[in-house]
């Protein structure tokens, strides 16, 4: 019957829950109110600098997952479009990444029998990731990514880096058809796949990846402000693609993209077969929550980076929404991950974009570009056809390089010895275990340290002094009343504090003086159904041992966790209510010490004692009055 009466307010919880602060269904429609010919010039001009970062970026990461260019490229198209419409940040431009992308190239590559479906589950997979995003801006998901430590996000963004590097050497070296490709999913793997195949290099493709690397320092040192990943892939594809185009010399075995055509470009809904679409959902859940939850994290930290140098408010669920939509037109679109890209984002921000505008006018040329490689084809010149693989492998290699954020690494490292263990443990996970699983291990640490310290409440054993106020007692110091002990709980009492609150205050009760404790919870915080369940426990042990325990200093969310949960009835054992006889007494803001000296004339009339010369402090002049 009790079960039925709180049907209507946990309808009324949720329905508070999911009308505070709810989800905006179209954001950019205030941004659209605000245009001006000025912001839209802005918008503009960021949108073409973002564009131009997006191409070359959009087949390298491509790339990196093993995926068609053309992939990478539908990603950068409809991600940014979708983000700009859902999103809440300005500056967020969304579309393919270093980590999601490699992420989706660990788990094809330990998987090889899913492997060769790839074309087939890679649209499946991303329209599921974004499902999961979706839904979890939906119940607000996006609030506990703040409690993922930052160093999470560093060792793994670090370790990924070590593992696009390995993986693109071979590319580089021109090894990559003598690799196993099964064992390019971990380090240990791709280290000694490289170390059986370096004898193999090809001179011709080191040479074109080193002259990219050469040209990409030298374009960086005197023109900074300059695309410098963008000229030095077009540059080295005009020196060297013709070469390799029409095999010229060493050149002839030297391998190159393959150029898309416009009907790649058409949205194509993922191919379903019946007899095996829950298997695959099975098999691809694991992954595709990972990367919900990287992109999800990766889009939260960087829309509050950008954020807290512009001044512009973001929503971290509503960006969530963003991710999850802008996957799920990825994947129907046959795109590959999405995920907020910092380089993007901070280049579109430092171009002057003014709104969210910037982000949807960078897609749209992006889209622009895309058919112009496409219509290539149709020109006799196809010009995807003409781009090393080498030059791209090597320019990856020193993208790579940058994710190395050293002074992040030395901030995580020095700040505390848990930030230092979360940042090694995930940067060696991601070496030694599938990306999908290292990022969940390097949460699953920090998350565990973060509890350790959390559930910790303070327990001290407290007096009152001659003035009337609450004091520590001090170790050479008798109990004014040997048989009672005053204990002041500080903390958090939620589910991982329990067990160490419950054995804490048995280990007081081995004194075989006591005979009643007072247990002062005037700042304990987060009593859950754990915390509640252990002090009934304590209630039960106590009573089973001749002893009593009584609560005072209780503020009112104390007391309304105790009275629900019926464990308030427990505690109330033995009072007879007639004579106003209570084992609670409620905290009193104006006087907190008002409740202990209650619960202390409780305690003596337990024990049957009368000796106290009990003092209560009652304002900042230090006046007491003795009781």
């Not at 954001?27 to 960021?46: E, F, K, Q, V």
């Not at 700009?84 to 992308?101: C, D, E, I, K, M």
């Not at 960078?362 to 490689?373: D, K």
Request: aromatic residues 8%; glycine residues 8%.
């Amino acid at each position: 019957m009790n079960f039925f009466r709180g049907i209507p307010k946990a309808y009324a919880a949720l329905r508070e829950y999911f009308t505070n602060e709810p989800l905006d269904p179209l954001p950019i429609r205030h941004t659209m109110r605000g245009i001006s010919l000025g912001t839209l010039r802005a918008d503009s001009w960021a949108g073409l600098n973002v564009t131009m970062l997006a191409v070359p970026q959009a087949i390298a990461f491509a790339a990196i997952a093993g995926v068609p260019i053309v992939d990478g490229i539908l990603c950068a198209i409809v991600a940014a479009v979708v983000g700009a419409v859902f999103a809440s940040s300005r500056h967020t431009v969304l579309g393919p990444t270093n980590a999601t992308a490699f992420m989706l190239f660990s788990f094809f590559a330990l998987h090889p029998d899913q492997a060769l479906r790839a074309g087939e589950l890679t649209p499946l997979l991303v329209i599921l990731a974004g499902i999961l995003a979706t839904i979890g801006a939906a119940l607000k998901v996006a609030d506990l990514l703040q409690y993922v430590s930052r160093s999470v996000l560093v060792g793994y963004i670090a370790g990924a880096a070590v593992l696009i590097i390995a993986n693109q050497i071979k590319h580089w070296l021109g090894i990559d058809a003598r690799m196993d490709p099964r064992a390019s999913g971990t380090l240990i793997g791709l280290v000694i796949e490289l170390a059986k195949t370096v004898r193999f290099t090809n001179p011709a493709t080191f040479v074109i990846g080193l002259f990219a690397v050469g040209l990409f320092f030298a374009i960086r040192k005197w023109l900074p402000r300059w695309p410098v990943f963008a000229i030095s892939l077009i540059v080295t594809s005009v020196v060297f693609g013709p070469l390799v185009h029409f095999k010229y010399g060493i050149f002839k075995g030297v391998e190159t993209f393959t150029t898309f055509t416009l009907g790649d470009l058409q949205p194509h809904l993922p191919q379903i077969r019946n007899d095996l679409f829950f298997a695959d959902l099975a098999s691809l859940f694991g992954i595709a929550f990972a990367l919900a939850f990287l992109a999800s994290l990766e889009n939260s930290l960087m829309s509050k980076t950008l954020s807290s140098r512009s001044g512009h408010r973001t929503d971290v669920n509503q960006d969530m929404l963003a991710v999850g939509l802008g996957n799920i037109a990825s994947g129907v679109a046959g795109g590959m991950p999405a995920s907020g890209s910092l380089t993007r984002s901070q280049l579109n921000f430092e171009s002057g974009a003014q709104t969210g505008l910037a982000s949807l006018l960078s897609g749209v040329f992006t889209l622009c570009f895309a058919v112009f490689i496409a219509a290539s084809v149709g020109w006799g010149v196809p010009l995807i056809d003409y781009i090393p693989k080498a030059a791209l492998g090597a320019l990856v290699v020193m993208l790579s390089l940058s994710l190395f954020n050293v002074r992040h690494i030395r901030i995580c490292m020095r700040s505390t010895n848990d930030d230092a263990v979360v940042l090694v443990t995930t940067f060696a996970a991601t070496l030694l275990a599938p990306l999908h699983v290292a990022i969940f291990i390097g949460v699953a640490v920090s998350i565990s340290l973060f509890l350790r310290k959390a559930s910790r409440p303070h327990l001290v054993e407290y007096e009152f002094s001659d003035e009337g106020e609450l004091r520590e007692k001090g170790e050479k110091r008798e109990r004014p009343i040997p048989a009672i002990s005053i204990v002041h709980v500080e903390g958090d009492l939620f589910f991982g504090a329990a067990d160490l609150f419950r054995t804490q205050i048995q280990r007081t009760v081995t004194d075989p003086a006591i005979k009643v404790i007072i247990l002062r919870l005037k700042n304990a915080r987060h009593l859950d159904a754990t915390s509640v369940m252990a002090l009934e426990d304590l209630i039960k042990f106590m009573r089973g041992n001749g002893l009593h325990i009584l609560v005072s200093g209780a503020p009112k969310e104390v007391y309304k966790v105790l009275k629900q949960s019926g464990v308030l009835t427990t505690l109330q054992e033995g009072c007879v209510r007639e004579e106003g006889e209570t084992n609670l007494f409620i905290g009193n803001p104006h006087n907190p010490n008002l409740s202990t000296r209650d619960a202390l004339r409780r305690a003596q009339q337990l024990i049957g004692s009368e000796k106290a010369d009990v003092r209560i402090f009652y304002d900042p002049s230090h006046s007491a009055k003795t009781t």
